[in-house]
């Protein structure tokens, strides 16, 4: 019966972290395409993938999952850049959009501009801290 009682406990852990790591990639999707649209850019592969996920105390007080999430985006159909955003539980923290200017030098930096965006929060938010 205990055994039973554990396998189920680690069931229901699996199962709720998996919901929460979806539900962390689709506030992570609607940033990246609102950002995408907004920049005026195609949003490629309609999805982001998760690069990092480490722990941090947010302003509140509460430790929270940081996700550094990419995604990637085209400014004409032909290439391909990458973007990243982060998010501490389901805040967007920054997005990096990064646009390349044509034919620059490869040790130029100067002609590269990067978009950092602050947003509040997508539709679904529930605003009540729980990730």
Do not use: K
Request: net charge neutral; charged share 25%; glycine share 8%.
């Amino acid at each position: 019966m205990l055994t039973a009682i554990i396998v189920l406990a680690l069931f229901g852990t699996i199962v709720l972290t998996w919901a929460n790591m979806r539900e962390a990639a689709e506030v992570a999707i609607w940033h990246g395409r609102r950002a995408c649209e907004d920049a005026g850019v195609q949003w490629l592969d309609h999805t982001v993938m998760l690069e990092s996920l480490r722990l941090r105390r947010a302003a509140d007080g509460w430790i929270r999952p940081l996700r550094r999430y990419r995604f990637d985006f085209s400014t004409d159909g032909h290439d391909r850049h990458r973007g990243q955003l982060e998010l501490l539980g389901a805040q967007l923290q920054w997005l990096r959009l990064p646009t390349p200017a044509p034919a620059a030098p490869a040790s130029s930096s100067e002609n590269a501009w990067e978009v950092r965006m602050q947003v509040s929060g997508p539709p679904h938010d529930r605003g009540d801290g729980v990730t």
